[in-house]
């Protein structure tokens, strides 16, 4: 069983466009978090999530919108989708609270490619 | 403000050598490291840890030591072999609870 998993795998799409990542962690984990790969590998956290409570908002543009329906899902949506969008986008789960700093699991990653 | 300088941005070594990975963190406040594998096209992984009550900690072929000190950090492979390829991200996090990765470490092990 996949402990974290997203999808989609690929995504393809046009510039201006609107698109959402899912992600969902089976692990009982509370904490979940959005990474930010680009192309020169450089892993930058996005957002972070703790009990469907945002704790971590990071410089990102505000097209980028999270979602938490439950303390296993956390879905990413974005707005008008620019070229510097694309990346490989990686979700992450870690047990306990904020600063009880646990390792953390990522997914297998989304690859957004704008056209 | 935080910040985590990894070096050498890249690295060869023969199969059956040793490899050292080393970074330097910012924030004073920092209390866990974790090192992590990312083999191409796959999700990071996480390899080892270590938290700042400890000096040094060793899994197999994998250690990692830590000076509070000077806020530095490495990893180290001995006896390394092809599938320990991959790029490597140390990361330190501390009073904000989040992850502050350094920028990599492309390991080639050349058989």
């Known amino acids: 069983d996949t402990a974290v998993s997203q999808t989609p795998k690929y995504l393809v799409t046009q510039m201006g466009n609107d698109k959402s990542i899912k992600c969902e962690q089976n692990?009982?984990?509370?904490?979940m978090y959005w990474y930010k790969q680009d192309s020169k590998k450089f892993l930058k956290i996005m957002f972070s999530?703790?009990?469907?409570?945002?704790?971590i908002n990071e410089t990102v543009p505000n097209r980028f919108s999270p979602k938490s329906p439950d303390k296993a899902h956390l879905n990413l949506h974005i707005n008008s989708l620019e070229l510097g969008d694309s990346a490989v986008y990686f979700c992450?789960?870690?047990?306990?609270?904020?600063?009880?700093?646990?390792?953390?699991?990522f997914g297998d990653g989304t690859r957004l490619s704008i056209l | 403000g935080e910040n985590v300088e990894q070096h050498p941005s890249t690295l060869s070594v023969q199969e059956g050598d040793s490899a050292v990975i080393k970074c330097t963190y910012s924030?004073?406040?920092?209390?866990?490291f974790p090192w992590y594998k990312q083999e191409l096209g796959k999700r990071p992984q996480l390899i080892i840890d270590?938290?700042?009550?400890?000096g040094e900690k060793k899994d197999q072929r994998i250690a990692v030591t830590l000076n509070k000190t000077a806020k530095h950090f490495s990893l180290h492979i001995t006896e390394t072999q092809p599938e320990d390829s991959a790029v490597y991200f140390c990361?330190?996090?501390?009073?904000?609870?989040?992850?502050?990765f350094g920028t990599g470490t492309r390991l080639k092990v050349l058989a």
């Open positions: 999530y703790n009990n469907k409570e945002l704790i």
């Open positions: 270590i938290r700042s009550n400890v």
């Open positions: 990361a330190a996090s501390g009073r904000t609870y989040k992850y502050i």
């Open positions: 992450a789960s870690s047990q306990g609270s904020p600063g009880t700093n646990q390792p953390q699991h």
């Open positions: 924030d004073s406040a920092s209390n866990y």
């Open positions: 692990l009982g984990h509370d904490t």
